[in-house]
Structures are given as structure tokens and as C-alpha cells.
């Protein structure tokens, strides 16, 4: 059983006593105060479930107590000793937020009852939590992933295929590809379903701190580990745990996560005792892990263990004819949720968005229509609703009516043709690249001098902007 901790605020020792020993053999855990100022310092170093405040104090009293620790941590429960007979006192108390409060001299019992009755609260609350987001989670299950492009049916094929078993995937795709959705997917697709499914992001948090996510820690194995905490490889047992962004992942952290997925044990940071975990891992990147195995930034021992089945989700231009569907899926999604009645748009609309490159993939494009739609005043989605930059992106050239044009002949159309993906494919790595020159050259294999002439050829310099001087 998790501890339940307690700290009592009263200026009269042998009260504080009392109290203690009566709620340590009750199995609580207790901390003492002298005053209000101390609770709140208390309360800032570790969490505390319920705090038990006398009215009258010197310092700081428990009404003023109470109104910081609600600040504080508006969860921690509050009950306030008063006086005998101080019902005004007692009721300001529950007005500011207290659980509830009882009168000097107190009974044992009722102090015993009013704690259960307060931790048996939280923990309801918790079970709620829990519930609701496992209800999150179950709509995201039937949360359709849209696409009918030969691409994606691949994807779902590998999808239907990996669910079954306990392989461990590795999804691979630009950001907004839909990496989370495939992972929750085969997570609620698999024989562990009803178990929990759980995200560790690997970027953004410091070392130590990610080490502890993980794989948990014992109690005071650190500054600041004031209680045991289970890692989500715990959390996840046998459910499946799900490590997004793995590029990201310290060095110094990767040979640990590969003797918990060969192994399947663990201990947690600090701490001596072995922990068997069952569970099916999921990895997802945006980053292509051959080449940071080639930079040396990840373990190549652990990109064989993580690469057993790889799935890639291709961006959305490379799949275009899944826009319609996917605009689709999202009007009828935001009309539900904005109170919107959209049910069609004009043809500007769908070719700029045909057209526009999404380089932020399927979350941009969601972003979109959801802006559009809250825009909108009619029932009809039009051009002027898009952001700028996207009605105003050049057209993709309609290569086929220049191969059509049979009033030109053969070799011109041909280059014609060649120079007009030539520039397409170099404005798409300016963007990808963020205009970058070297970073640019590099994606398109070329050298930077050959960069810049085609640059010129193609009027790439100063064109709407498109190319500025990053460097
Ligand atoms: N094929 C799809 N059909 C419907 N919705 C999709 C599809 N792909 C992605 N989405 C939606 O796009 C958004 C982004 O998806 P998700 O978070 O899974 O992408 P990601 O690849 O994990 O992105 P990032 O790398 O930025 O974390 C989500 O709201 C998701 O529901
Ligand atoms: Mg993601």
C-alpha cells in the first residue's frame, strides 16, 4: 500500500503528540509542524495528503495556512482543530476550501474516521482519474487513422499483422505523421488492451530525471526523492510501454534500457531489489536511427533490439490522395466538437491544400481545418480561410499537361519537365531545411556551389520572401 502522509500544524506539543502516535498506529505516515509557516515550508519540500491545521497559532494561523496550501497544492486535503463552539470559524474553514474540521477537545475516534474518510476520498478521486483517461484512451482507439493510398494500407497491413503478437516496433516517420496514433493503435488492437498503455518522451528532460521516469526510484536516492516512485516501465506491466522520440535518447541512458528489453528486469534508481517486468515495447522517431547509429549518438546493439519490425508513415505529400479523406475525417470531428455545420468546400480551397507541401503532416493539416472551421461563418470552406503561406505556395506543375502539349516537341517538353521538379524538389529542401544553404545541399546530395546556381537559375533568392539569409 502507497503511504498516506500527514502533517499536523498545532503550537501545543503534547497536542501534536497525541495526535502522531494515535495516526501512526493507525498506519499513517506523520510529520509534525509548530505553526502554519512551518506546514507551508514542510509542504514545499515533499507532498503531503491531508494537513491537520489548529486555527490558533503564532506565525502564521491555520485559516491563513489553509489558503496557502490550497495555492500551493489545491489536492491536499485540510482539517482545521477549533475552539469548542467556534462554528464560525469552522464554517469560514470549509468555505476556503477545508475537508473538514473538528472541535477541541477532540474524540479519537472521529479524528481516526474524518482520515479514512479523507483518504478513501483521494483515492476515489485517483481511481476516477485513472478511469477517465483510460476513456481517453479507448475513444483514441476507435479514432479512426484515415487513409486509403496504397501507402497506408501497407501501414494498416503491418499494423493488423504486428498487433497479434509481442514484437517489439519501431515507428519511423516525420513529426506529425501519426507515430502516437499507430503505437495506441496496435497497443489496443493486441491481446493486452485492457492493459495499460503508457508514453515515455524521451526529449526534453534532463538525465537523471528521465533515468527516474523510467525506471523509478527509491526512496532518498536522490535530492529530492522524498517517496518511492514506480517508472513507467512499471506503470506499464503488462500493458504496453511506448518510448517516443528514442533518438533522443541520452547515451549514458541506453545501456540500461537494453538490459531491461533483453533481460525484461529491472531495479529502480537507488534502490537493490529485482523487478520483472512483462510488457510490449513500442519505439517511435522522427530521426533516422541508422544514421545517428553512423554518428555515434545511439547504441547500434540497441537499434537491432528496438528494429524488429520497422514501420515507416510516409509524410503527406508523398501520399496526397489521402487529403480529401483525411479533410473528411477532421470536418466531421470539429463540426461535433465547435457546434459547426460545414459540409462542403470550393475548389480554391481543395487546391491549395492539394498543393501545399505539409511539412508538419497530418497535425498541421488538422490544425488547419480547425482554424478554417472556427473561421468560418457559412456552411462552406473557402480559400481566404487558409493561412497565407499556404494558398500562396506555388502550385505543384501539372507535369502531365506539359507532357500532353504535343506542340512542343519531345526533348524540350522532357527538360521542361526535369527543370520543374528540379526546382520543386529545391524548394522543398529550403523549407525542410529552414533555408539553411549547407543543410539544404546536403539533403539534396549536392554540392553547395551547385546549390546556388540552380538557386539563380530558378530565382530561388528572393522570390516572396522564400529564401532568406539564415547564415
Ligand atoms: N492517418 C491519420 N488519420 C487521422 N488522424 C491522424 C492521422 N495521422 C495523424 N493524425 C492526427 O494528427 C495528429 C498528430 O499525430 P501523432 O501525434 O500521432 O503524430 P506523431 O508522428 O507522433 O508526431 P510528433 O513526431 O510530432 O510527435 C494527431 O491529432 C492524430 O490524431
Ligand atoms: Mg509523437
Sequence with gaps: MKSFRIIIADDEPTIRLILKELLIKEGYEVEEAANGEEAILALRNAPFNLAILDYRMPKM???????????????VAVVMITAHGNTDVAMEAIREGAYDYFPKPFDNKEIVFVVKRVKERQELLKKIERLESQLRHEHKRFDKIVGASSKMQEVFALIRKVATNDVTVLICGESGTGKELVASAIHYQSYR???????????????????????????????????????????????????????????SLQPKLLRVIQERELERVGGTKTIKV???????????????????????????????????????????DDIPLILEHFIIYYNQKLGKQITSWDQDFMKAVMDYSWPGNVRELENIIQRAIILSSGDKLTVDLLPPNIHTEPAMPDLAAIADDFSVPMPERIQAISDKLEEQMIRHALKKANFRRQETADILGISRKSLHNKMEKYNLFDKDNLVDEKE
Design 61 to 75: 494561523d491555520g485559516m491563513e495556512a489553509l489558503r496557502q496550501i490550497k495555492k500551493i497544492d489545491p489536492s
Design 278 to 320: 512483462d510488457i510490449r515495447l513500442i519505439a517511435a522517431t522522427g530521426k533516422d536511427l541508422a544514421e545517428c547509429v553512423k554518428n555515434q549518438t545511439f547504441r547500434e546493439d540497441l537499434y537491432f533490439r528496438l528494429n524488429v519490425i520497422p514501420i515507416y508513415l510516409p509524410p503527406l505529400r508523398e501520399r496526397r
Design 193 to 251: 488492451r485492457k492493459k495499460p498503455f503508457i508514453k515515455v518522451s524521451c526529449v526534453a528532460i534532463p538525465e537523471t530525471l528521465l533515468e527516474s521516469e523510467m525506471f523509478g526510484h527509491e526512496k532518498g536516492s536522490f535530492t529530492g526523492a522524498y517517496q518511492l516512485k514506480p517508472g513507467k516501465f512499471e506503470m506499464a506491466q503488462e500493458g504496453t510501454l511506448f518510448l517516443d522520440e528514442i533518438g533522443d535518447m541520452p547515451l
